[in-house]
């Protein structure tokens, strides 16, 4: 006896089709709203810093290759993100440790805001061009908050601070000092971006001294720069661009084109001083450069292992200066694979 064979009609399949769809489409949408304790990392978008960087009422060069950005992805991972993560290799999964997720930056969030890597990095450049730029200390700047402190929730990465109760703070001692001896609440002036703000915070004691749970340095700045520069780097956030900030500048202000028609990726916090500091994600950021079409990844020699573990086909240059950086890109100079 013969089974009895249902013929599929164009119209059950279709229904059937659009059934599997909706069971798709309605399983990805509970998943993705499932959280997990988890941050998801990934190798990010890379961004052209040429149409970033503005010099006005200077003489500038067109460069013909590209001086990119790179940027690690991060995001607080859903169920959805997690089954993303086993099938992508390049992602990885983060415990929170409860704290809170940072969208795509240029690094892991645990650095100073862009708008300060845009100084530092034109400080540095214009002062390897050989012009003057006087420093003089004008604040403690918070590089950190540390969690369960009275500073968790009221301070932030990238605060100035200026007084603290009827002191004016000029440099990080002026503030240490100003917490050590206060015997309650503290007044502080801090200016956040464009504003102003004020608030009171009480110091604990931490290891027998006075604190608010801050890491702090002295800001240094200049009543004005001797050229005018804008950078505008959108929702790119974070500081690890400095060090291609600095070169697009350099770039654009002198007639050699640095990138020889290449496409150059980076990264690395800079310094007034020229010096270039250590970041997080090298590896997701190398990734990011090969897949933006880059021949060569700048990154500073303290990250230079976790940006060779990519195994990329990247010329992987590691510097520690924006002097060296610009010799690695001469065509004689050597790099490592």
Known sequence: MKANKKKLTPRKVTVTFLRATLLAVLTSTILFYIPTPYVLRAPGRTASAGPMVHILDQQTYPSYGQLLITT????????LACLYSMMEPDAELVPTNG????QERSDDGADL???????????????YLGYKVQLEPAGARVTRVLPGTPAEGRLQPGDLVIRAGSTPVRTADDLQNAVRGSSGALQLEIRRESESLQLE????RIDGSARLGVTI????APERLPVAIEIESGNIAGSSAGLIFSLEIIDQLTPRDLTGGRVIAGTGTMGPD???HSITGARFKAIAAERSGASIFLCPRADLEEARSAQTGLTIVPVESLAEAIQALQPQSKASH
């Open 113 to 127: 805001p862009m708008a300060i890597s845009h100084y530092t990095s034109q400080v540095a450049a214009l002062r």
């Open 217 to 220: 340095e002295t800001e240094q």
């Open 274 to 276: 020229g010096r270039v």
């Open 72 to 79: 690690v992805f991060i995001e607080k991972a859903s169920a």
């Open 99 to 102: 704290s809170s997720p940072i």
């Open 201 to 204: 915070l009480t110091p604990v």
